[in-house]
């Protein structure tokens, strides 16, 4: 029974800062990559950052380079999205997502395990 649980989500101003948890349960995690997506409305889900959990390793979207990070805390079976200078177009429900192994692909339909999402709305 794997489990993700996302949490953080809300509503920022332009420029503010945001930080998502994703709280992993019934995985084994030394082969596995963890993502973040998001989807707006009447768009396809798309790639924000993964990261290898056994190596640290991370990759970005070009849209989020610079503003975004993804970090992993072991002992807490969690990842983390910390969200620097928020734009309007980040706005979005965010998918923390799980591969069953060290692809670290940034196409969703390569990743097995997705949590419920939690809606991000940056918005003056």
């Known amino acids: 029974q794997v489990q993700l649980v996302e949490s953080g989500g809300g509503l920022v101003q332009p420029g503010g800062s945001l930080r998502l948890s994703c709280a992993a349960s019934?995985?084994?995690?030394?082969?596995?990559?963890m993502a973040w997506f998001r989807q707006a409305p009447g768009k396809e889900r798309a790639f924000v950052a993964a990261?290898?959990?056994?190596?640290?390793?991370?990759v970005y979207a070009d849209s989020v380079k610079g503003r975004f990070t993804i970090s992993r805390d072991i002992a807490k079976s969690s990842v983390y999205l910390q969200m620097n200078s928020l734009k309007p177009e980040d706005t979005g429900v965010y998918y923390c997502?799980?591969?069953?192994?060290?692809?670290?692909?940034?196409?969703?339909?390569?990743?097995?395990?997705w949590g419920q999402g939690t809606q991000v709305t940056v918005s003056s």
């Open positions: 997502s799980a591969a069953t192994s060290a692809t670290m692909s940034q196409r969703a339909e390569q990743y097995d395990y």
């Open positions: 019934g995985l084994t995690f030394s082969r596995n990559t």
């Open positions: 990261i290898s959990w056994s190596a640290n390793t991370r």
